[in-house]
T-cell receptor, first 109, second 114 residues
Framework: GQNIDQPTEMTATEGAIVQINCTYQ??????LFWYQQHAGEAPTFLSY??LDGLEEKGRFSSFLSRSKGYSYLLLKELQMKDSASYLC??????????WGAGTKLIIKP | DGGITQSPKYLFRKEGQNVTLSCEQN?????MYWYRQDPGQGLRLIYY???????QKGDIAEGYSVSREKKESFPLTVTSAQKNPTAFYLC?????????????FGAGSRLTVL
């Protein structure tokens, strides 16, 4: 079966750095997405990786290793507004999105 | 501003009733989707549509129905056949279904069965 694994919850301190990991086992691979979702709101797109390596976008970076079935989202200079759930999703060989359950990130002052 | 509008935001339903959730987009996107989100689980695809007058079942289509009569609109009906309909429902759209297919989501509709 197809599977996406992410930690359920993480806690970090304002101003610090946090890394949220995502491992996947899917039927084929056509890209990996990260979305941010504040409680009770719509998910919003953060990043897309289809080739190995690091993609940097401001305070957020996303890394992909296709051979290891592994990605991480790196958040720097954490702010209170970064408290949210972070969803990892992989597009399989049929261009269907497989979603992880999400990682709830709690930022403490 | 372009976006996706879902309504209602909150909905209560008695058992045995059908309810319809509205989803409208003004992004000129071809593809539209309905997802269900339950605590501790990933988003699960209910139905999707790539063009007007055509739609495909997702992973959990049983007990749901959709229509796509206009490009802008993709309503979801939760029928009485859906055994456990209490959930957060998300509508999304995109320019296509392959490649760097970034989804734009609506704000969601929370359905509670009494």
């Amino acid at each position: 079966g197809q599977n996406i694994d992410q930690p359920t919850e993480m806690t970090a301190t304002e101003g610090a750095i946090v890394q949220i990991n995502c491992t996947y086992q899917t039927s084929g691979f056509n890209g990996l997405f990260w979305y941010q979702q504040h409680a009770g709101e719509a998910p919003t797109f953060l990043s897309y990786n289809v080739l190995d390596g690091l993609e940097e976008k401001g305070r957020f970076s996303s890394f992909l290793s296709r051979s290891k079935g592994y990605s991480y989202l790196l958040l720097k200079e954490l702010q209170m507004k970064d408290s949210a759930s972070y969803l990892c999703a992989v597009m399989d060989s049929n261009y269907q999105l497989i979603w992880g359950a999400g990682t709830k990130l709690i930022i403490k002052p | 501003d372009g976006g996706i509008t879902q309504s209602p935001k909150y909905l209560f339903r008695k058992e045995g009733q059908n309810v319809t959730l509205s989803c409208e987009q003004n992004l000129n996107h071809d593809a539209m989707y309905w997802y269900r989100q339950d605590p501790g689980q990933g988003l699960r695809l209910i139905y999707y549509s790539q063009i007007v007058n055509d739609f495909q079942k997702g992973d959990i289509a049983e007990g749901y129905s959709v229509s796509r009569e206009k490009k802008e609109s993709f309503p979801l009906t939760v029928t009485s056949a859906q055994k456990n309909p209490t959930a957060f429902y998300l509508c999304a759209s995109s320019t296509g279904v392959s490649g760097a297919n970034v989804l734009t989501f609506g704000a969601g509709s929370r359905l509670t069965v009494l």
